[in-house]
């Protein structure tokens, strides 16, 4: 057959290095760029077979995320926008580990068989890009797999990961979700806040002003493009915007929150707002120094309680009955689920780390809010919750009040990227947020205090060793390590802790929480032990943590 053929005769240009065996981890293959041109090809080979069976459009993002510039990576994206589902990633490491030739076609036919795909059907894939130098050669790769087989293809160049996702998303509904542009993307964001903000009338000049760190890359890109769309009504000023830095380098969202500083090389002035990037600009968080030079950061879980709660104050305002709940992960901090579920009074679920779990468990209720701890996240509003709204705010007899708390809600819908966690739009939004409020970032930071905690890794010789239920909290294997940790627990008031095997590093994941730092830090130096002697720990015994150890520089130490 041609299409064979044609895989066949492309795919010695992307050849693939002898004995390298990739797997579609939690946020799809990432690596050294070096080693991954076949990968691309191979991918735009799955997205023309994944289009031709689900008859819509699909993505393909060329990014390594927060990871450093010389790795990257790619994503696929499903036709509403979200990741590509489970069966698929098992396809997609079949694909990128075949032998050349006919273990190439035999893998594709395999799709092909299994999935029942009618190969005359015509297939689309949407193409997107980072700012890593590798990223342009790489794409073109992707572009070559979907040609090989027969696809159509739109490179959309230099784009953010959420903003691929929405572009797919707006294109397989026709448009009803947005126009599949860029410029489309902005105007719907950035319309949406500017009627958010109208009624913000105490919101000052100063207040206008958000220092962003781009983590130099896509992001800062993507802020200058947007500001004319905005009209002043929020006053954007870049930092690590990539004319000087390198990627995710000393910068981003993922150093800030790993290290609890704020990006050196920037004054971080008390009384200012601050938030940073990740590298493909899906993570946020935001922070501040207080005026004793104290860091505060305000991540996932400040993020998903500051919108849960304007959530529902508008609910109970527009009078609407619409089930609420909060998906978070094992990693949100104590005081958090705490205060959602008994101050707030909300539902809050539990999932297994990786956004596609979050983002499958939200779309159980009306409304779900979810957020990594991370600062990835985002709304999910249900086709029930998005009519009731439309229609309260065209009813003749409802009440002003419930009128203008629907207006807010809709509005607050279109802010929202609803396919994928989106650093631009959660940020529009938590503004929006703060204005309408009148509320200052110190007053956000004061809903709650999070108890101290600390990340480890452990390396161990297997981690697939640690098995986990309950979405991750407890272990199941090795024998007996649920019981010492339950022990070790029971002497650290407040104390919490976990462990699980990272799905993107070969490392064993410890994370402690408990009333003071110090506590934390025993209680996760101790775990680690823990794991370190019962699960195969490989290399030095973890060392205990130093009383003032405020900096994570220890190999010992980190969290993602
Ligand atoms: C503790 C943590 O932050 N884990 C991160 C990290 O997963 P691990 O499986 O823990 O390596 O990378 C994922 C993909 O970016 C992200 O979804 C997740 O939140
Ligand atoms: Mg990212």
Request: with cysteine.
């Amino acid at each position: 057959m041609d299409h064979f053929q044609e895989v066949i005769k492309q795919s010695t240009h992307h050849p693939k290095p002898p004995g390298l065996v990739l797997q579609y981890g939690t946020a799809g293959f990432r690596t050294n760029a070096k080693h991954l041109n076949h990968v691309m090809f191979r991918m735009g080979l799955m997205a023309t077979l994944r289009s031709k069976k689900t008859q819509a459009t699909i993505g393909v993002m060329v990014t390594a995320s927060h990871n450093p510039e010389e790795d990257n990576g790619v994503k696929v994206i499903d036709p509403m926008g979200e990741m590509v589902t489970q069966t698929w990633e098992c396809y997609a490491t079949r694909l990128a580990n075949a032998e050349e030739d006919t273990d190439l076609v035999t893998a594709v036919k395999d799709i092909i068989q299994k999935e029942n795909i009618d190969m005359s059907q015509k297939a689309s894939v949407f193409v997107g890009k980072d700012t890593r130098s590798s990223s342009a050669a790489l794409s073109q790769a992707v572009l070559s797999g979907v040609t090989a087989l027969g696809g159509l293809t739109k490179d959309y160049g230099l784009v953010t990961t959420p903003q691929l996702h929405y572009m797919v998303c707006c294109q397989n509904t026709h448009g009803k979700y947005g126009e599949p542009t860029i410029e489309g993307y902005y105007r719907k964001l950035c319309q949406a806040f500017i009627q958010l903000i109208k009624n913000a009338s105490s919101w000052t000049d100063d207040q206008k002003q958000l220092w962003v760190d781009g983590a130099n890359g896509i992001g800062a890109l993507k802020l200058r493009e947007m500001e004319s769309h905005l009209n002043n009504k929020l006053q954007i000023c870049v930092f690590n915007d990539g004319n000087t830095g390198k990627l995710n380098h000393q910068c981003g969202a993922d150093f800030v929150k790993v290290q609890q500083k704020p990006p050196p090389g920037i004054t971080v002035n008390p009384d200012q707002r601050y938030c940073s990037f990740d590298g493909d600009a899906d993570r946020i968080v935001y922070y501040y120094t207080d005026s004793k030079g104290r860091f505060h950061l305000l991540d996932g879980d400040k993020i998903a309680t500051l919108i849960s709660t304007f959530l529902k104050e508008l609910l109970t305002q527009a009078g609407l009955d619409l089930n609420m709940a909060v998906v978070q992960t094992a990693y949100a901090n104590g005081s958090s689920t705490v205060y959602l579920e008994e101050t707030m009074k909300l539902i809050v679920k539990c999932t297994k780390t990786g956004v596609k779990h979050l983002h499958h468990a939200a779309q159980d209720f009306d409304i779900g809010v979810y957020f990594e701890a991370n600062g990835h996240g985002t709304v999910l509003f249900s086709k029930t919750a998005e009519e009731k709204i439309q229609q309260l705010t065209e009813d003749l007899n409802a009440s002003d009040d419930s009128k203008k708390a629907a207006q807010l809600l809709q509005n607050t819908i279109n802010v929202i990227n609803q396919t994928v966690g989106d650093s631009i739009s959660d940020m529009l939004l938590i503004e929006a947020i703060l204005a309408i409020k009148g509320m200052t970032v110190q007053q956000w930071d004061s809903i709650y205090s999070d108890l101290p905690n600390r990340q480890l890794k452990v390396k161990v010789s297997d981690r697939r060793v640690i098995e986990t239920i309950d979405a991750e909290r407890r272990t199941m294997s090795p024998a007996g390590l649920q019981k010492v940790i339950d022990n070790l627990v029971k002497k650290h008031k407040q104390g919490r802790s976990f462990v699980r095997p990272s799905g993107t590093e070969d490392v064993v994941r410890v994370y402690a929480e408990a009333e003071t730092q110090e506590s934390a830090d025993s209680l996760a130096h101790e775990v680690s032990l823990a794991v370190y002697q019962r699960a195969g720990g490989v290399g030095e015994e973890p060392k205990p943590l130093h009383k003032t150890h405020n900096c994570l520089q220890d190999t010992c130490i980190s969290s993602h």
